[in-house]
């Protein structure tokens, strides 16, 4: 959870200022954290403010972490999405058996979510699609990380399930096969199910990559299943 008194401080410091992309902007801040901590200057005791002074460095790429939040614009439509990693890689696993989980939030919004926003929306319930989507849209920065949350969700990771949407190769084109997965996006043990149960799932099997992912968010927000945004995907 992000604490509210921190939303409410992000605010104050903030305000009338879109972003911290120059030294003019910084210095502003600066200013009001000075101003606030020395108004009542008893708070010092025996000693008295020096200077808080902001320092900054080229942004470095990071690792991702456990409960990283991120915006994804989709250019198609015109919106942002958003989503945040569940779980991370764990040492145990090895190859296909190591896998990340992102959490996509059925919330698009027109114009990037405030802090606010989005701790409104940051919730287990509001999580629609599990995916195994690799790091491409985070490492190439077009998903933009926005905060960090610190969650406490009990997720069953063992009781997710997950479907591939087959077609019938070249002899049946035209044909769909559908098939579970539960527990692992990639272990490659997947039992075949019909169309009623394929459509009551809403988690991609496999790693499926930034594109797709995008894709199946675009279908989503126009309120499609992911039978119906496979179904696209496999005809083009």
Sequence with gaps: MIN???????????????????????????????KALDLDQRKWGNKELSKVSIRTKKATRKKVE???????????????????????EDEKEEGQWAYSLFGFLNY??????????LVQNLKLENIFMFADSGLTGVIDGDWR???KWEFDWQIDFTKIEYLAVEDGGVLRPNNREY????????DGTSVRIDYKEAITISNPSGMVGQ??????????????????????????
């Design 179 to 186: 098939y579970k997965t539960v527990g692992h996006p990639n």
């Design 108 to 117: 698009f919004s027109e114009y990037p979510a405030s802090i606010e926003e």
């Design 4 to 34: 509210q008194e921190l939303i409410l401080l992000n605010d104050l410091l903030l305000k009338d200022i879109s972003g911290l992309d120059d030294t003019e902007k910084i210095l502003a801040i600066e200013d009001k954290i000075n």
């Design 66 to 88: 456990l409960g990283d939040v991120f915006e994804i614009y989709l250019e198609s439509e015109n919106i942002y999405s958003y989503t945040i990693l569940v779980k991370l």
């Design 211 to 236: 594109e797709w992912i995008e894709a199946f968010l675009v279908g989503s927000y126009k309120g499609k299943t992911l039978v119906e945004i496979n179904e696209e995907i496999i005809s083009n």
């Design 145 to 147: 990380k926005v905060s």
